[in-house]
């Protein structure tokens, strides 16, 4: 006869009243079939779990044992996805990567390439997403390694819980409009018609740049008289949006540095709105294999 794990889950319900019937209603199953199964574990066994001689039925000391050997084997059984997980990644070459859409697809390739001179690597499966959701897949283990803007004044969950990171570049958050036909902003913060609403893209709750524009500027932004206009997730659609004159959108130099030097977007207003950023690398806490401790070895010898 073999064992069947569902077994333990019987036993356990009937240790914990002594009564058949309830037990059996617990485990979703007539009390004849419960019954049937609990005979087949003492039968495997060889021994008897259960003293039916008194109502009640009592636990006897043989099931004292089994209880506690039942517990170990449980969780036993509930470690082994997460150890073939580990012995997956163990031997994985795949390489899962979360990444904010503005870096997604500005900084991360050429980054990438530049560490190919340092490392190997194997295949790599992105997902570009709003930081939020980035750091979520992170924090729940869903991917090694997550690329994020960052400020040391605007600390974000996988900051505050402490997880690994590296200062991998630099950025800069600018505040740009579209120009007139003068080539001035259409939108700026000084300078404007004394008394005009200024207009202003923004970015929603589950932004990272906005998190850390809110932390920085929020209270400066709050005293202006402004109107926001629009509200996105992503840079990218406050660019298109900033582009088409909509707005005045403080958005990464990356993203619109190529606009600037064309005169497609201005600087909308004096130095002291600008933020400097960090471009962090945040890494899985535990060891997460051999490709992506190798790549972490890679990133930091390529900032030493």
């Not at 505040?175 to 000084?190: C, F, N, Q, Y």
């Not at 004394?194 to 500027?217: D, F, M, P």
């Not at 406050?238 to 130099?253: I, V």
């Not at 600087?267 to 400097?276: G, Q, R, T, V, Y």
Request: aromatic share 8%; net charge neutral.
């Amino acid at each position: 006869m073999t064992m069947n794990l569902s077994w333990v889950d019987d036993f356990n319900a009937l240790a914990a009243t002594g009564n058949f019937s309830r037990a059996a209603e617990e485990r979703h199953m007539t009390q004849p079939a419960f019954s049937r199964r609990i005979r087949a574990l003492e039968e495997w066994l060889g021994a008897e779990l259960f003293d039916r001689s008194s109502q009640p039925a009592r636990v006897t000391e043989v099931g004292e044992w089994f209880r506690i050997a039942a517990q170990d084997l449980q969780a036993r059984v509930a470690a082994i996805p997460g150890e073939a997980r580990a012995v997956a990644e163990a031997n994985s070459s795949t390489l899962r990567f979360a990444s904010t859409h503005a870096l997604s697809f500005t900084f991360l390739p050429h980054w990438l390439r530049a560490l190919e001179a340092h490392a190997t690597m194997g295949p790599i499966q992105l997902v570009s997403d709003v930081q939020l959701k980035c750091e979520g897949l992170l924090a729940q283990s869903e991917v090694h390694f997550m690329l994020a803007h960052a400020h040391a004044s605007a600390r974000g969950p996988l900051d505050d819980a402490s997880f690994p990171s590296l200062l991998v570049g630099k950025d800069q958050l600018v505040p740009v409009s579209a120009p007139d036909g003068k080539g001035a902003p259409m939108h700026r913060l000084e300078g404007g018609n004394a008394g005009a609403t200024i207009h202003l893209l923004g970015y929603s709750q589950v932004s990272g740049l906005g998190r850390i524009l809110r932390a920085l500027k929020g209270p400066a932004i709050e005293r202006l008289h402004h109107q926001y206009v629009l509200t996105a997730h992503l840079a990218s659609v406050l660019r298109t949006m900033a582009l088409d004159g909509r707005g005045l959108a403080w958005l990464p130099r990356l993203l619109v540095g190529d606009d600037l030097e064309r005169g497609r977007l201005v600087i909308a207003a004096a130095a002291e709105w600008h933020l400097d950023l960090d471009i962090r690398l945040y890494r899985y806490r535990a060891n997460a294999g051999k490709a992506a401790e190798g790549f972490w070895a890679a990133a930091q010898a390529s900032v030493a």
